[in-house]
Each structure stands twice: as C-alpha cells, then as structure tokens.
C-alpha cells in the first residue's frame, strides 16, 4: 500500500489512515465522504440557526453559547483526533458545537457591523462570509483537481510550516491581550488586513491538502468509518475559513 502524503490539518494525520487500514471489509470513497461532509454541514448550519436567533433577540445569551460551543468543540474534536474510528459518532456532535459557536458569532459580528455607516454591508456581511467561504472552497477543489496546484512535498512543507506560524501568532496576539496591548491581528490597518489576508489565504491552501488526503485515502483503500473522519478533518479547516473572512469583512467595513 502507498503512504499517505501528510496533511498540516492535525485531523488529517496520515498515520491514522494507515494504521487503521486492514486490506479487508467496506472502505472509504470519496462520494462517501462528500455525503459524510453534507451531513455535518447540515447539523453545523442547523445549530448556528438556532443560536443566530437566540443572540439577536437576547443578546445577553451571545457569551453563553459562545463558551459552550468553543469549548464543547473543542473537546469533541480532541476526542475524534485521538480516536478516529469514533469520528461517526464525535464529528456530528463536534459539529453542532461548531454551530452553536458560529450561529452566536456571526450574530454578534452583525449586531457590530450594524453600528458602522454601511447599512447594506451591515446586513449582508455574514451572508457575504458564507459564499465567500463556499466560493473559496470550490475554488480550491478547481485547482487541486485540474493540477494547476500540485501538492508535491515542497507544497505540503511550506502549508505546513505557514499553518505553524498562524498558530503562534495567535498565541502572541493572546499574549499581548492578556498583557493589554492590541494586536496587530486586531487592528483595522493596512497591516491588520494584510495579516488577515495571508491567513484567509493559508486556510484556502490547507483546503487542497485536505482534498488530497481525501482522495487518497479512497485510492489506497482506506476504512469506510474515515469517511467521517475525513469529513471532520475537512470541516476544522472549513471552519477556520469562515471565521477569518467573517473577521476580514468586518475589519474592511469599519474602514469604510
């Protein structure tokens, strides 16, 4: 059996598929893990319904559903990385907790936008997020899919490497706020929308090695129960996606 190339999405580690792989029983294809991905799609936008009502009409409920959707995903996706055979039963939980996060957010980054001098932008701001989000994300299939970027190691490296330096940035940024100074992730400058865009653009690249573990998971016969995971895997990075071009709207509209 060929390895698995490595994915900078720790959900998609390749050990797992290969040490789960027995040479005997169903095993994963791809339609199976877009199926797996609808799925949580549905339950994630289901929850954030629920809480995106809950946050506009009491707004005092937006801290609540918040902690317990950061933390509640948190756990369940510790859970589903340490025990990827779990993922058909942790994934969809993990994602109703993604959506009580994201419904309680998106709400809030409305209610602020609200305030700016943009009605329009105000009002379609998190509808803006969620297509360009999808558009992101088909655009990256495209590429992936027509060669026009390879996923060679050189590629999976520098991802990789990028994904590693967003990740102590946030740590700075927590840093610096605990200290009380603003981060240049959170400022409304030229320099803060830069940054977000090179992390929006390191999270549309982490998608292309996500699909390709996808698809060669199902080349090398990988189990059926990873079609969840993969799904789930594919979920983190899509989450991620959305929250920073939710931020990056939302400091573009300030500016304006």
Do not use: C
């Not at 055979?85 to 994934?91: D, L």
């Amino acid at each position: 059996m060929s390895r698995f190339d490595r994915s900078s999405n720790p959900a998609m580690r390749a050990e797992y598929f290969e040490r789960a792989h027995s040479g005997a029983g169903a095993v994963m294809t791809v339609q199976g893990a877009i199926n797996k991905i609808a799925i949580l799609l549905v339950l994630v936008f289901s929850a954030a319904s629920f809480t995106w009502k809950m946050t506009l009409e009491y707004n005092s409920a937006a801290g609540g559903l918040m902690m317990a959707g950061m933390i509640g995903g948190l756990i369940m996706a510790i859970i589903t990385i340490m025990a990827p055979a779990k993922a058909r039963f942790t994934a969809p939980i993990y994602a109703v907790f993604e959506g009580l996060l994201l419904g309680s957010l998106s709400a809030m980054v409305k209610i602020a936008a609200g305030t700016g001098p943009d009605g329009l932008l105000a009002e379609s701001i998190v509808m803006m997020a969620i297509l360009l989000t999808f558009m992101t994300l088909g655009g990256m299939l495209f590429l992936y899919k027509t060669g026009i970027v390879k996923v060679t190691e050189k590629f999976k490296a520098g991802v990789l490497s990028a994904t590693a330096g967003v990740f102590f940035a946030y740590l700075f940024s927590m840093i610096l706020g605990w200290m009380g100074f603003m981060s240049p992730l959170h400022t409304g400058g030229l320099l803060g929308i830069g940054l977000s865009l090179i992390i929006v653009g390191i999270a549309a690249f982490n998608l292309i090695l996500d699909f390709d573990m996808i698809f060669k998971g199902a080349e090398n016969n990988a189990p059926e129960h990873f079609e969840w995971y993969a799904a789930f895997g594919l979920m983190v990075t899509l989450i991620w996606l959305y929250i920073e071009i939710l931020r990056l709207l939302l400091i573009l509209q300030r500016r304006d």
